[in-house]
């Protein structure tokens, strides 16, 4: 099966500007910004709630803490989250209740509540890219995205592999797209 197409900003911008379409635009925006700002997997974007991002004092968190039941491996881990996500959590926190801390950060049509399964989320996902015209996307767009732009960044292996949740460096190269703006700094370095 073929990887997961990894974005760019135009990219990015061109799903962004097909979720303003959607009936559920902001959450839409803010899932895919999440899954391309936090590097976070599809299963783990799921059980996120509110709780999970809001603070106890209102603030959005910088770092969120997820069990072992939350991750693929099962190994409790840690997901530092940037400035950027920060802010378009606490807009997208605007536009919805946030009293009951246990409450799915993205509710679905079907469980407000409960929020997305895994398997409807990725569905979900592909249907978000798909509507952008943008071929090759899944779920695992947006973690690819991140990994890729991080280590265009000359972030060392061990590092993203941190950030990824990985426990071998093998497993984090193989989510490392060779970009074209990669390649054109490379191809500068001759």
């Known amino acids: 099966m073929a990887q997961a197409r990894t974005l760019n900003e135009q990219g990015i911008e061109q799903v962004l500007e097909h979720t303003k ?3 559920h635009a902001a959450r839409d925006r803010c899932l895919i910004l ?3 700002l936090s590097g976070m ?4 974007i799921a059980a996120l709630t509110v709780g999970h991002v809001l603070a106890p004092n209102g603030t959005v968190r910088s770092e969120i ?3 072992a039941e939350q991750t693929k491996g099962k190994h409790a881990r840690t997901v530092f989250i940037n400035q950027r996500l920060r802010e378009e959590w606490s807009a997208y926190l605007q536009t ?3 009293d009951d801390r246990q409450r799915a950060l993205f509710p679905s049509q079907k469980n407000p509540r409960e929020g997305f399964g895994a398997n ?5 996902f592909i249907n978000l890219y798909r509507g952008a015209e943008l071929d090759g996307c899944s779920s695992h767009s947006g973690r690819r995205s991140y990994a890729t732009k991080i280590a265009g960044s000359g972030v060392g292996l061990r590092v993203l592999m941190r950030l990824m949740g990985h426990k071998h460096p093998a497993v984090t190269a193989v989510y490392i797209d ?3 703006d990669m390649l054109r700094r490379a ?3 001759a």
Do not use: C, F, I, Y
Not at 41 to 44: D, F, H, L, P
Not at 120 to 124: I, K, N, P
């Open 65 to 67: 803490r997820l069990t």
């Open 96 to 98: 919805m209740r946030t």
């Open 34 to 36: 999440t899954s391309h």
């Open 41 to 44: 997997r599809v299963g783990e």
């Open 178 to 180: 060779a970009s074209d």
């Open 187 to 189: 191809a500068e370095l």
């Open 120 to 124: 409807s989320l990725a569905q979900h």
């Open 21 to 23: 379409t959607r009936k």
